[in-house]
């Protein structure tokens, strides 16, 4: 499985940006789908999860700003993230779950990871 990330750049604060990540392979729509951000210095961290029905969780601290979605036509994950702040510049990276019809929001049951998408926002 390979994953693919786009979407990052650089916005202000108050702006905002879609992330796209495309899998590989024929079972995309059997798997959750997650985003973690790594801040410099800092743990990678969740921000957002899928599941296979489009189920989703968002951390405390993007709730009310960042939704995630999926398509599944398109084995495509989004990561649509509104009122950016500061605090929100990070790599963010794209990840499938180890099992299938199985929902995490720990790192740890995250196996397949993208490159990685550079946010930075200013303020």
């Known amino acids: 499985v390979q994953l693919q990330a786009s979407g990052g750049g650089s916005v202000q604060a108050g702006g905002s940006l879609r992330l796209s990540c495309v899998s590989s392979?024929?079972?995309?729509?059997?798997?959750?789908m997650a985003w973690f951000r790594q801040a410099p210095g800092k743990e990678r961290e969740f921000a957002a999860a899928i599941n296979w029905s489009s189920g989703g969780n968002v951390a405390d601290s993007v709730k009310g700003r960042f939704t995630i979605s999926r398509d599944n036509a398109k084995n495509t994950v989004y990561l649509q993230m509104n009122n950016l702040r500061p605090e929100d510049t990070a790599v963010y990276y794209c990840?499938?779950?180890?099992?299938?019809?199985?929902?995490?929001?720990?790192?740890?049951?995250?196996?397949?990871w993208g490159q990685g998408t550079q946010v930075t926002v200013s303020s």
């Open positions: 990840s499938r779950n180890r099992v299938a019809y199985s929902f995490s929001t720990q790192r740890s049951m995250y196996d397949y």
């Open positions: 392979g024929r079972t995309f729509k059997s798997y959750s």
